[in-house]
């Protein structure tokens, strides 16, 4: 049985210290994203459960994680868009090893590289991503506000990433309804393991 994670607590020094040390060595800022509750929690499971690991122990979890909440993004997408259009469509998510160049690996969706850490920006970047695929690809504007009928944008808020329509500055739709990802789960790298397992 796992034990419990206690609240996250943003302001523990060993914890702030652990970030700004994945942040020299990461693309990504982590501490950045500490606003948002879920990549805070994210973050904060990883310290509780790893300890202070290296970022080459971090980085291989931050990509799986990505990777999870990215590819529920696209399930839910591709589920809306054949519900709406009748089409059935591919879109890969795709994953890169980490790389000296990319030390936490890289996700991607369609052409836009996802980059978050909280789900709603990696579920706005996957939307982007899915977007610019079905543009370039299929020639399909996805998805149209119902009122204006043109092509919205989305735009990560502290609910959750939300379709919003730019003529009527409105909110439409989430771009995934709540639930937990399709795939991953705590962020555990192990004694004699690298994080990608």
């Not at 020299?24 to 990549?39: F, K």
Request: aromatic share 6%; net charge negative.
């Amino acid at each position: 049985m796992k034990a419990v994670v206690p609240p996250p607590d943003p302001a523990d020094q060993a914890f702030r210290t652990w970030l700004r040390t994945l942040a020299a060595s990461l693309d990504t800022d982590p501490e950045d994203a500490l606003a948002s509750p879920d990549a805070l929690a994210f973050l904060w499971s990883a310290f509780v459960e790893n300890g202070a690991m290296p970022p080459s122990y971090f980085a291989p979890l931050l990509g799986g994680h990505r990777l999870a909440h990215a590819q529920q993004a696209v399930t839910a997408m591709l589920t809306q868009v054949h519900t709406e259009t009748g089409r059935r469509l591919d879109v890969p998510v795709r994953q890169t090893p980490p790389t000296e160049r990319e030390p936490e690996g890289t996700v991607h969706v369609g052409p836009e590289p996802v980059q978050g850490i909280g789900p709603a920006g990696i579920h706005a970047e996957a939307a982007e991503g899915f977007q610019c695929l079905l543009a370039d690809r299929h020639r399909l504007i996805w998805p149209l506000c119902p009122d204006h009928h043109i092509g919205l944008h989305a735009t990560r808020t502290a609910s959750g990433a939300v379709w919003t329509c730019s003529a009527g500055d409105h909110t439409v739709r989430p771009v995934v309804q709540a639930g937990p990802p399709t795939a991953g789960g705590a962020p555990t790298a192990g004694p004699g393991r690298s994080g990608s397992g």
